[in-house]
Protein backbone atom coordinates (compact mmCIF):
# COMPACT_ATOMS: atom_id res chain seq x y z
CA UNK A 1 0.00 0.00 0.00
CA UNK A 2 1.13 3.40 -0.22
CA UNK A 3 2.54 5.25 2.25
CA UNK A 4 1.88 8.55 2.07
CA UNK A 5 -2.21 8.58 2.86
CA UNK A 6 -2.93 10.68 5.91
CA UNK A 7 -6.71 10.46 5.40
CA UNK A 8 -7.90 7.04 5.95
CA UNK A 9 -12.00 6.99 5.32
CA UNK A 10 -14.37 4.12 6.67
CA UNK A 11 -17.63 3.16 5.59
CA UNK A 12 -19.66 -0.27 5.92
CA UNK A 13 -19.04 -0.97 2.13
CA UNK A 14 -16.36 -0.19 0.01
CA UNK A 15 -17.51 2.56 -2.88
CA UNK A 16 -16.64 -0.11 -5.45
CA UNK A 17 -17.49 -3.67 -6.72
CA UNK A 18 -15.03 -6.30 -6.49
CA UNK A 19 -14.81 -9.20 -9.00
CA UNK A 20 -12.60 -12.14 -9.97
CA UNK A 21 -12.00 -12.71 -13.51
CA UNK A 22 -9.68 -15.28 -15.74
CA UNK A 23 -8.05 -11.24 -16.35
CA UNK A 24 -7.63 -10.76 -12.74
CA UNK A 25 -9.70 -8.86 -10.38
CA UNK A 26 -12.08 -6.13 -11.83
CA UNK A 27 -13.17 -2.94 -9.92
CA UNK A 28 -16.09 -1.45 -10.70
CA UNK A 29 -16.84 2.06 -8.97
CA UNK A 30 -20.39 2.10 -7.05
CA UNK A 31 -22.87 4.42 -6.52
CA UNK A 32 -24.80 5.78 -3.85
CA UNK A 33 -25.47 8.82 -1.15
CA UNK A 34 -22.30 8.71 0.85
CA UNK A 35 -19.94 7.83 -2.42
CA UNK A 36 -21.88 10.42 -4.38
CA UNK A 37 -20.68 12.82 -1.74
CA UNK A 38 -17.02 11.70 -1.06
CA UNK A 39 -15.33 10.59 -4.01
CA UNK A 40 -14.94 13.90 -5.51
CA UNK A 41 -12.68 14.60 -2.38
CA UNK A 42 -11.16 11.54 -1.76
CA UNK A 43 -9.61 11.43 -5.24
CA UNK A 44 -8.23 14.47 -4.72
CA UNK A 45 -6.90 14.20 -1.04
CA UNK A 46 -5.31 10.89 -2.35
CA UNK A 47 -6.36 8.68 0.89
CA UNK A 48 -7.17 5.04 1.71
CA UNK A 49 -11.04 3.79 1.83
CA UNK A 50 -11.69 0.68 4.25
CA UNK A 51 -15.20 -1.13 3.78
CA UNK A 52 -16.74 -4.39 3.41
CA UNK A 53 -16.79 -6.23 -0.37
CA UNK A 54 -18.76 -8.80 -1.19
CA UNK A 55 -15.96 -11.90 -1.54
CA UNK A 56 -18.28 -14.67 -2.16
CA UNK A 57 -16.87 -15.47 -5.80
CA UNK A 58 -13.02 -15.21 -4.00
CA UNK A 59 -13.10 -17.04 -0.96
CA UNK A 60 -10.96 -14.25 0.72
CA UNK A 61 -10.30 -14.86 5.04
CA UNK A 62 -8.16 -11.82 4.78
CA UNK A 63 -8.67 -8.06 3.67
CA UNK A 64 -8.07 -7.42 -0.10
CA UNK A 65 -5.49 -4.34 -1.12
CA UNK A 66 -6.28 -2.44 -4.28
CA UNK A 67 -3.41 -0.22 -4.67
CA UNK A 68 -4.48 2.85 -6.38
CA UNK A 69 -2.40 2.73 -9.39
CA UNK A 70 -2.07 -0.62 -11.75
CA UNK A 71 -6.17 -0.63 -11.90
CA UNK A 72 -8.01 0.90 -14.28
CA UNK A 73 -10.92 0.47 -12.82
CA UNK A 74 -10.27 2.67 -9.82
CA UNK A 75 -11.37 5.52 -8.27
CA UNK A 76 -7.70 7.12 -7.83
CA UNK A 77 -7.59 6.24 -4.35
CA UNK A 78 -6.25 3.00 -2.01
CA UNK A 79 -8.82 0.59 -1.27
CA UNK A 80 -8.81 -2.37 1.40
CA UNK A 81 -11.76 -4.62 1.15
CA UNK A 82 -13.02 -6.22 4.33
CA UNK A 83 -14.86 -9.95 3.60
CA UNK A 84 -17.53 -10.64 5.61
CA UNK A 85 -19.20 -14.35 5.95
CA UNK A 86 -22.86 -14.56 4.84
CA UNK A 87 -23.35 -15.02 8.90
CA UNK A 88 -21.69 -11.70 9.52
CA UNK A 89 -23.31 -9.93 6.80
CA UNK A 90 -26.71 -10.64 8.04
CA UNK A 91 -26.01 -10.45 12.04
CA UNK A 92 -24.32 -7.22 11.24
CA UNK A 93 -25.99 -5.31 8.35
CA UNK A 94 -29.47 -6.70 7.75
CA UNK A 95 -29.60 -7.49 11.05
CA UNK A 96 -28.46 -5.02 13.69
CA UNK A 97 -27.83 -2.21 11.47
CA UNK A 98 -30.86 -2.41 9.61
CA UNK A 99 -33.12 -3.92 11.63
CA UNK A 100 -32.41 -2.00 15.05
CA UNK A 101 -30.30 1.05 14.32
CA UNK A 102 -32.27 2.50 10.80
CA UNK A 103 -35.75 1.94 12.09
CA UNK A 104 -34.82 3.02 15.77
CA UNK A 105 -33.01 6.53 14.75
CA UNK A 106 -35.65 7.76 12.41
CA UNK A 107 -38.38 7.24 15.04
CA UNK A 108 -39.66 3.82 13.53
CA UNK A 109 -39.31 1.67 17.05
CA UNK A 110 -42.05 -0.50 16.28
CA UNK A 111 -39.68 -1.99 13.05
CA UNK A 112 -37.33 -2.57 15.27
CA UNK A 113 -36.07 -6.40 15.78
CA UNK A 114 -34.10 -6.08 19.55
CA UNK A 115 -32.27 -9.54 18.65
CA UNK A 116 -29.55 -10.06 21.13
CA UNK A 117 -27.72 -12.24 18.42
CA UNK A 118 -27.37 -9.31 16.19
CA UNK A 119 -25.60 -7.49 18.76
CA UNK A 120 -23.09 -9.59 19.23
CA UNK A 121 -21.77 -9.84 15.73
CA UNK A 122 -22.61 -6.36 15.51
CA UNK A 123 -19.41 -6.22 18.42
CA UNK A 124 -17.30 -8.55 16.50
CA UNK A 125 -17.74 -6.95 12.59
CA UNK A 126 -16.64 -3.36 14.77
CA UNK A 127 -13.39 -5.03 15.69
CA UNK A 128 -12.75 -6.55 12.61
CA UNK A 129 -13.33 -3.00 11.20
CA UNK A 130 -10.58 -1.62 13.76
CA UNK A 131 -8.22 -4.18 13.66
CA UNK A 132 -8.01 -3.45 10.03
CA UNK A 133 -8.01 0.37 10.34
CA UNK A 134 -5.15 -0.27 13.35
CA UNK A 135 -2.83 -2.25 10.32
CA UNK A 136 -3.51 0.60 7.55
CA UNK A 137 -2.95 3.44 10.01
CA UNK A 138 0.64 5.93 9.94
CA UNK A 139 1.79 7.45 12.93
CA UNK A 140 0.28 10.91 11.53
CA UNK A 141 -3.16 9.64 9.55
CA UNK A 142 -6.36 10.83 10.41
CA UNK A 143 -9.25 8.47 10.81
CA UNK A 144 -12.88 9.84 9.87
CA UNK A 145 -15.32 6.57 10.31
CA UNK A 146 -18.55 7.04 8.65
CA UNK A 147 -21.65 6.01 9.94
CA UNK A 148 -24.04 3.92 11.88
CA UNK A 149 -22.99 0.42 10.90
CA UNK A 150 -19.50 1.20 12.56
CA UNK A 151 -20.40 2.93 15.93
CA UNK A 152 -18.30 0.80 18.09
CA UNK A 153 -14.89 1.20 16.05
CA UNK A 154 -13.88 3.66 17.90
CA UNK A 155 -13.74 1.85 21.20
CA UNK A 156 -12.19 -0.91 20.13
CA UNK A 157 -9.29 1.45 18.28
CA UNK A 158 -9.18 2.76 20.94
CA UNK A 159 -8.18 -0.30 23.03
CA UNK A 160 -5.97 -1.08 20.65
CA UNK A 161 -3.56 1.41 21.37
CA UNK A 162 -4.49 4.01 18.94
CA UNK A 163 -3.67 7.49 19.29
CA UNK A 164 -4.17 8.84 16.28
CA UNK A 165 -7.58 11.56 15.27
CA UNK A 166 -10.27 9.31 14.73
CA UNK A 167 -13.70 11.31 13.61
CA UNK A 168 -16.90 9.74 13.61
CA UNK A 169 -19.75 10.86 11.12
CA UNK A 170 -23.30 10.17 11.42
CA UNK A 171 -24.88 10.17 8.14
CA UNK A 172 -28.85 9.22 9.35
CA UNK A 173 -30.61 10.79 12.09
CA UNK A 174 -29.78 11.04 16.13
CA UNK A 175 -32.49 9.88 17.67
CA UNK A 176 -34.36 11.94 20.33
CA UNK A 177 -33.65 10.48 24.09
CA UNK A 178 -37.49 8.57 25.04
CA UNK A 179 -36.71 6.88 21.45
CA UNK A 180 -32.67 6.28 21.94
CA UNK A 181 -32.92 4.60 25.67
CA UNK A 182 -35.15 1.54 23.63
CA UNK A 183 -31.91 0.33 22.55
CA UNK A 184 -31.19 -2.18 24.59
CA UNK A 185 -27.18 -1.31 24.41
CA UNK A 186 -27.79 2.04 24.46
CA UNK A 187 -25.18 3.03 27.03
CA UNK A 188 -22.58 0.97 25.03
CA UNK A 189 -22.96 2.80 21.66
CA UNK A 190 -23.15 6.20 23.55
CA UNK A 191 -19.99 5.30 25.57
CA UNK A 192 -18.20 4.38 22.06
CA UNK A 193 -19.31 6.87 20.01
CA UNK A 194 -17.89 9.53 23.22
CA UNK A 195 -14.42 8.02 22.14
CA UNK A 196 -13.96 9.42 18.92
CA UNK A 197 -12.39 13.48 19.26
CA UNK A 198 -14.74 14.79 16.46
CA UNK A 199 -18.34 13.42 16.01
CA UNK A 200 -20.42 14.75 13.10
CA UNK A 201 -24.03 15.69 13.06
CA UNK A 202 -25.94 16.29 9.64
CA UNK A 203 -28.65 19.18 11.38
CA UNK A 204 -28.82 20.81 14.76
CA UNK A 205 -31.33 18.13 15.72
CA UNK A 206 -29.57 15.57 16.02
CA UNK A 207 -26.77 17.14 17.86
CA UNK A 208 -29.22 18.46 20.13
CA UNK A 209 -30.94 14.76 20.74
CA UNK A 210 -27.08 13.15 20.94
CA UNK A 211 -26.60 15.79 23.68
CA UNK A 212 -30.09 15.13 25.54
CA UNK A 213 -28.61 11.16 25.42
CA UNK A 214 -25.43 12.26 27.03
CA UNK A 215 -27.03 14.07 29.94
CA UNK A 216 -28.76 11.53 30.94
CA UNK A 217 -27.21 8.06 29.73
CA UNK A 218 -23.72 9.13 30.93
CA UNK A 219 -24.05 11.92 33.61
CA UNK A 220 -20.20 11.90 34.43
CA UNK A 221 -19.24 13.47 30.86
CA UNK A 222 -18.71 16.58 30.89
CA UNK A 223 -19.81 18.92 28.32
CA UNK A 224 -18.81 22.52 27.05
CA UNK A 225 -21.11 24.49 24.80
CA UNK A 226 -18.96 26.35 22.45
CA UNK A 227 -21.93 27.73 20.09
CA UNK A 228 -25.18 26.35 19.18
CA UNK A 229 -23.93 24.25 16.36
CA UNK A 230 -20.87 23.10 18.73
CA UNK A 231 -20.06 21.13 21.94
CA UNK A 232 -16.56 19.91 23.05
CA UNK A 233 -16.28 17.31 25.77
CA UNK A 234 -14.12 18.75 28.65
CA UNK A 235 -11.52 15.66 29.92
CA UNK A 236 -8.52 14.24 29.50
CA UNK A 237 -8.96 13.11 25.78
CA UNK A 238 -11.05 16.32 24.09
CA UNK A 239 -13.89 15.64 21.73
CA UNK A 240 -16.03 17.94 19.71
CA UNK A 241 -19.46 17.23 18.64
CA UNK A 242 -20.50 19.63 15.92
CA UNK A 243 -22.88 20.10 13.09
CA UNK A 244 -22.09 19.29 9.66
CA UNK A 245 -24.35 19.26 6.75
CA UNK A 246 -23.44 17.16 3.76
CA UNK A 247 -23.65 19.06 0.83
CA UNK A 248 -23.43 17.84 -2.97
CA UNK A 249 -20.83 18.81 -5.65
CA UNK A 250 -23.21 21.57 -7.06
CA UNK A 251 -21.05 22.48 -9.71
CA UNK A 252 -20.72 19.38 -11.56
CA UNK A 253 -24.72 18.83 -11.01
CA UNK A 254 -25.26 21.90 -12.62
CA UNK A 255 -22.63 21.22 -15.44
CA UNK A 256 -23.69 18.10 -15.82
CA UNK A 257 -27.80 19.35 -16.57
CA UNK A 258 -26.47 21.55 -19.30
CA UNK A 259 -24.66 19.29 -21.50
CA UNK A 260 -26.17 17.74 -24.72
CA UNK A 261 -27.13 14.82 -23.70
CA UNK A 262 -29.23 16.03 -20.89
CA UNK A 263 -30.77 19.03 -22.67
CA UNK A 264 -31.95 16.61 -25.23
CA UNK A 265 -33.56 13.95 -23.26
CA UNK A 266 -35.27 16.47 -20.99
CA UNK A 267 -36.72 17.99 -24.24
CA UNK A 268 -37.91 14.19 -24.81
CA UNK A 269 -39.38 14.31 -21.45
CA UNK A 270 -40.91 17.32 -21.98
CA UNK A 271 -42.73 16.22 -25.38
CA UNK A 272 -43.91 12.99 -24.01
CA UNK A 273 -45.50 14.77 -20.65
CA UNK A 274 -47.43 16.82 -23.19
CA UNK A 275 -47.47 19.87 -21.31
CA UNK A 276 -48.26 18.38 -17.88
CA UNK A 277 -46.55 19.65 -15.16
CA UNK A 278 -43.92 17.00 -13.85
CA UNK A 279 -44.24 16.26 -10.23
CA UNK A 280 -41.00 13.82 -9.36
CA UNK A 281 -40.10 11.66 -6.54
CA UNK A 282 -37.17 9.76 -6.43
CA UNK A 283 -35.89 7.93 -3.63
CA UNK A 284 -34.51 4.72 -2.58
CA UNK A 285 -36.97 1.75 -1.15
CA UNK A 286 -36.96 2.46 1.78
CA UNK A 287 -40.02 3.28 4.73
CA UNK A 288 -38.13 6.04 5.84
CA UNK A 289 -38.71 7.63 2.34
CA UNK A 290 -42.41 8.12 3.02
CA UNK A 291 -43.44 6.61 0.10
CA UNK A 292 -46.70 5.38 0.10
CA UNK A 293 -47.73 8.66 2.39
CA UNK A 294 -46.65 10.57 -0.73
CA UNK A 295 -48.89 8.82 -2.90
CA UNK A 296 -51.77 9.02 -0.67
CA UNK A 297 -51.24 12.71 -1.00
CA UNK A 298 -51.05 12.46 -4.81
CA UNK A 299 -54.18 10.43 -4.80
CA UNK A 300 -56.20 13.13 -2.33
CA UNK A 301 -55.44 15.90 -4.73
CA UNK A 302 -56.86 13.79 -7.72
CA UNK A 303 -59.77 12.86 -5.68
CA UNK A 304 -60.15 16.56 -4.33
CA UNK A 305 -59.50 18.73 -7.40
CA UNK A 306 -60.42 17.50 -10.40
CA UNK A 307 -59.35 20.19 -12.36
CA UNK A 308 -55.82 19.20 -11.93
CA UNK A 309 -56.41 15.70 -13.98
CA UNK A 310 -54.58 15.20 -17.28
CA UNK A 311 -52.70 18.43 -16.13
CA UNK A 312 -50.31 16.92 -13.62
CA UNK A 313 -48.21 13.56 -13.07
CA UNK A 314 -46.04 12.14 -11.02
CA UNK A 315 -43.08 10.08 -12.00
CA UNK A 316 -42.10 8.34 -8.98
CA UNK A 317 -38.52 6.34 -9.40
CA UNK A 318 -37.62 4.12 -6.68
CA UNK A 319 -34.44 2.56 -6.24
CA UNK A 320 -33.91 -1.20 -5.30
CA UNK A 321 -32.52 -1.33 -2.10
CA UNK A 322 -31.94 -3.52 0.76
CA UNK A 323 -34.18 -6.73 -0.93
CA UNK A 324 -32.66 -9.40 1.08
CA UNK A 325 -34.92 -7.79 4.40
CA UNK A 326 -38.57 -9.24 4.37
CA UNK A 327 -39.62 -5.45 4.72
CA UNK A 328 -38.34 -3.96 2.44
CA UNK A 329 -40.26 -6.80 -0.27
CA UNK A 330 -43.58 -6.08 1.59
CA UNK A 331 -43.22 -2.07 0.69
CA UNK A 332 -42.32 -2.58 -2.82
CA UNK A 333 -45.52 -4.56 -3.04
CA UNK A 334 -47.45 -1.52 -1.38
CA UNK A 335 -46.11 1.00 -3.13
CA UNK A 336 -46.94 -0.58 -6.22
CA UNK A 337 -50.54 -1.50 -5.35
CA UNK A 338 -51.33 1.53 -4.01
CA UNK A 339 -49.89 3.00 -7.56
CA UNK A 340 -52.26 0.53 -9.53
CA UNK A 341 -54.79 1.47 -7.78
CA UNK A 342 -54.48 5.60 -8.42
CA UNK A 343 -53.97 4.86 -12.30
CA UNK A 344 -56.98 2.25 -12.38
CA UNK A 345 -59.10 4.92 -10.85
CA UNK A 346 -58.07 8.15 -12.38
CA UNK A 347 -55.95 7.15 -15.68
CA UNK A 348 -57.56 7.36 -18.79
CA UNK A 349 -55.72 6.22 -22.79
CA UNK A 350 -54.68 9.88 -22.62
CA UNK A 351 -53.06 10.13 -18.94
CA UNK A 352 -51.46 8.28 -16.60
CA UNK A 353 -51.42 9.83 -13.12
CA UNK A 354 -48.65 8.21 -11.58
CA UNK A 355 -45.44 6.88 -13.78
CA UNK A 356 -43.69 4.60 -11.34
CA UNK A 357 -39.76 3.80 -12.25
CA UNK A 358 -38.42 0.64 -10.44
CA UNK A 359 -34.48 0.62 -10.96
CA UNK A 360 -31.48 2.81 -10.90
CA UNK A 361 -31.14 5.22 -13.46
CA UNK A 362 -28.11 6.46 -15.15
CA UNK A 363 -27.21 9.86 -15.00
CA UNK A 364 -28.11 11.39 -17.79
CA UNK A 365 -31.67 10.54 -17.18
CA UNK A 366 -31.76 12.08 -13.06
CA UNK A 367 -30.58 15.35 -14.42
CA UNK A 368 -33.16 15.28 -17.12
CA UNK A 369 -35.83 14.16 -14.94
CA UNK A 370 -34.76 16.86 -12.12
CA UNK A 371 -34.15 19.96 -14.46
CA UNK A 372 -37.59 19.47 -15.94
CA UNK A 373 -39.21 18.58 -13.04
CA UNK A 374 -42.04 21.35 -11.89
CA UNK A 375 -42.12 19.97 -8.39
CA UNK A 376 -39.86 17.94 -6.69
CA UNK A 377 -41.86 15.77 -4.13
CA UNK A 378 -39.37 14.77 -1.35
CA UNK A 379 -41.19 13.62 2.19
CA UNK A 380 -39.35 11.20 3.75
CA UNK A 381 -40.52 10.40 7.29
CA UNK A 382 -37.25 11.60 8.48
CA UNK A 383 -33.32 12.27 6.90
CA UNK A 384 -30.55 12.39 7.94
CA UNK A 385 -29.99 15.23 5.61
CA UNK A 386 -31.59 14.00 1.96
CA UNK A 387 -29.34 15.05 -1.36
CA UNK A 388 -31.64 14.34 -3.55
CA UNK A 389 -33.09 17.63 -2.73
CA UNK A 390 -30.39 19.53 -2.95
CA UNK A 391 -29.30 17.50 -6.54
CA UNK A 392 -32.92 18.66 -7.66
CA UNK A 393 -32.38 22.33 -7.11
CA UNK A 394 -28.70 22.22 -8.55
CA UNK A 395 -30.05 20.82 -11.76
CA UNK A 396 -32.75 23.51 -12.10
CA UNK A 397 -31.04 25.36 -14.24
CA UNK A 398 -34.02 27.51 -15.81
CA UNK A 399 -35.31 27.88 -12.68
CA UNK A 400 -38.74 26.64 -13.26
CA UNK A 401 -39.18 23.81 -10.05
CA UNK A 402 -40.91 24.06 -6.99
CA UNK A 403 -39.50 22.05 -3.93
CA UNK A 404 -41.86 20.52 -1.90
CA UNK A 405 -39.70 19.13 1.65
CA UNK A 406 -40.61 17.20 4.68
CA UNK A 407 -39.78 19.31 7.54
CA UNK A 408 -38.41 16.20 9.15
CA UNK A 409 -35.64 16.02 6.74
CA UNK A 410 -32.16 17.24 7.70
CA UNK A 411 -32.33 19.30 4.40
CA UNK A 412 -35.32 21.65 5.67
CA UNK A 413 -32.88 23.59 8.05
CA UNK A 414 -30.75 24.38 4.89
CA UNK A 415 -33.87 25.12 2.67
CA UNK A 416 -36.72 26.52 4.36
CA UNK A 417 -35.99 29.74 2.58
CA UNK A 418 -37.97 28.68 -0.85
CA UNK A 419 -38.83 25.50 -0.45
CA UNK A 420 -43.01 24.69 0.39
CA UNK A 421 -41.78 22.52 4.04
CA UNK A 422 -44.54 20.22 4.78
CA UNK A 423 -45.31 17.37 7.94
CA UNK A 424 -44.94 14.08 5.55
CA UNK A 425 -47.56 12.28 7.60
CA UNK A 426 -50.09 15.02 6.71
CA UNK A 427 -51.85 13.59 3.83
CA UNK A 428 -54.34 16.60 2.70
CA UNK A 429 -51.78 19.18 3.98
CA UNK A 430 -48.90 17.30 1.54
CA UNK A 431 -52.21 17.35 -1.16
CA UNK A 432 -52.73 21.43 -0.55
CA UNK A 433 -48.84 21.61 -0.85
CA UNK A 434 -49.13 20.37 -4.22
CA UNK A 435 -52.12 22.60 -5.51
CA UNK A 436 -49.97 25.57 -3.98
CA UNK A 437 -46.47 24.23 -6.03
CA UNK A 438 -48.77 23.97 -9.08
CA UNK A 439 -50.49 27.10 -8.96
CA UNK A 440 -47.26 28.98 -8.48
CA UNK A 441 -46.35 31.43 -11.28
CA UNK A 442 -42.89 31.61 -13.09
CA UNK A 443 -41.85 34.88 -11.38
CA UNK A 444 -41.79 33.14 -7.54
CA UNK A 445 -40.75 29.92 -8.98
CA UNK A 446 -37.54 31.57 -10.25
CA UNK A 447 -37.64 33.91 -7.11
CA UNK A 448 -37.54 30.60 -4.57
CA UNK A 449 -35.07 28.34 -6.94
CA UNK A 450 -32.66 30.98 -7.33
CA UNK A 451 -32.47 31.33 -3.26
CA UNK A 452 -32.10 27.29 -2.73
CA UNK A 453 -29.62 27.08 -5.60
CA UNK A 454 -27.48 29.73 -3.26
CA UNK A 455 -28.28 27.59 -0.32
CA UNK A 456 -26.77 24.19 -2.34
CA UNK A 457 -23.97 25.94 -3.67
CA UNK A 458 -22.40 27.67 -0.76
CA UNK A 459 -22.67 24.21 1.91
CA UNK A 460 -21.43 22.53 -0.46
CA UNK A 461 -19.35 18.37 -0.68
CA UNK A 462 -16.48 20.40 -0.60
CA UNK A 463 -16.99 23.02 2.29
CA UNK A 464 -18.48 19.81 4.72
CA UNK A 465 -15.61 17.93 3.69
CA UNK A 466 -12.96 20.93 4.80
CA UNK A 467 -15.11 21.99 7.91
CA UNK A 468 -14.91 18.02 9.00
CA UNK A 469 -11.37 17.40 7.88
CA UNK A 470 -9.75 20.61 9.84
CA UNK A 471 -11.45 19.82 12.83
CA UNK A 472 -10.12 16.69 12.92
CA UNK A 473 -6.77 17.93 12.10
CA UNK A 474 -7.06 20.36 15.21
CA UNK A 475 -8.87 18.02 17.95
CA UNK A 476 -6.94 16.96 20.37
CA UNK A 477 -5.17 13.07 20.08
CA UNK A 478 -5.84 10.49 22.91
C1 LIG B 1 -28.01 8.59 3.48
C2 LIG B 1 -28.99 9.30 4.42
C3 LIG B 1 -28.10 11.49 3.66
C4 LIG B 1 -31.14 8.08 -6.38
N1 LIG B 1 -31.74 7.54 -7.42
C5 LIG B 1 -30.81 7.31 -8.35
C6 LIG B 1 -29.60 7.75 -7.84
N2 LIG B 1 -29.83 8.22 -6.62
C7 LIG B 1 -28.81 8.82 -5.74
C8 LIG B 1 -29.12 10.29 -5.58
C9 LIG B 1 -28.48 10.60 -4.24
C10 LIG B 1 -28.53 9.26 -3.51
O1 LIG B 1 -28.86 8.26 -4.44
C11 LIG B 1 -29.59 9.24 -2.42
O2 LIG B 1 -29.14 10.03 -1.35
P1 LIG B 1 -30.09 10.51 -0.16
O3 LIG B 1 -29.35 11.53 0.62
O4 LIG B 1 -31.35 11.05 -0.72
O5 LIG B 1 -30.47 9.23 0.68
P2 LIG B 1 -29.73 7.92 1.34
O6 LIG B 1 -29.28 6.98 0.29
O7 LIG B 1 -30.71 7.38 2.31
O8 LIG B 1 -28.44 8.49 2.11
C12 LIG B 1 -29.37 10.66 3.89
C13 LIG B 1 -27.06 10.71 2.86
O9 LIG B 1 -26.81 9.43 3.43
C14 LIG B 1 -25.73 11.47 2.78
O10 LIG B 1 -25.29 11.85 4.05
O11 LIG B 1 -28.45 12.66 2.93
O12 LIG B 1 -30.22 11.34 4.79
O13 LIG B 1 -30.17 8.49 4.62
O14 LIG B 1 -27.15 10.99 -4.42
O15 LIG B 1 -28.58 10.97 -6.67
N3 LIG B 1 -28.46 7.70 -8.53
C15 LIG B 1 -28.52 7.17 -9.79
N4 LIG B 1 -29.67 6.69 -10.33
C16 LIG B 1 -30.83 6.73 -9.65
O16 LIG B 1 -31.87 6.28 -10.15
N5 LIG B 1 -27.38 7.13 -10.51
Known sequence: ???????????????????????????????????????????????????????????????LELPADGNPGHNGYDMIGIPLTPAEQHGFYAGFSNEIVWPLFHDLQSRCNFDPAYWKI??????????????????????????????????????????????????????????????????????????????????????????????????????????????????????????????????????????PDVTARGAQIRRDMRGQQIVLGVDRLDYTKGIPDRLKAFRHLLQTHPQVHRKISLVQIVVPSREQIPKYRELKQEIETLISQINGTYGDPGWTPVHYIHRSLDRTELLALYSQADIALITPLKDGMNLVAKEFCAAQIECRGMLILSEFAGAAEQLRGGSILVNPYDIEGVAEAILRAYETGPKERRKRMLRLRRKVRTADVYRWFDDFNSCLAGAGAA
Open 122 to 259: YSSVNRKFADVIAHAAQAGSRIWVHDYHLMLTGKFMRAMGLRQRIGFFLHIPFPPLDIFEKLPWRSQILQALIDFNVIGFQPPRDLRNFLGCVRRLLPDVELQRIDDDMYQRVGAQISQIRVFPIGIDFNEFARQAET
Open 1 to 63: MQTASHLILISNRLPATVESTPEGLQIRPSSGGLVTALRPVLAAHKGAWIGSIDSSDMALESP
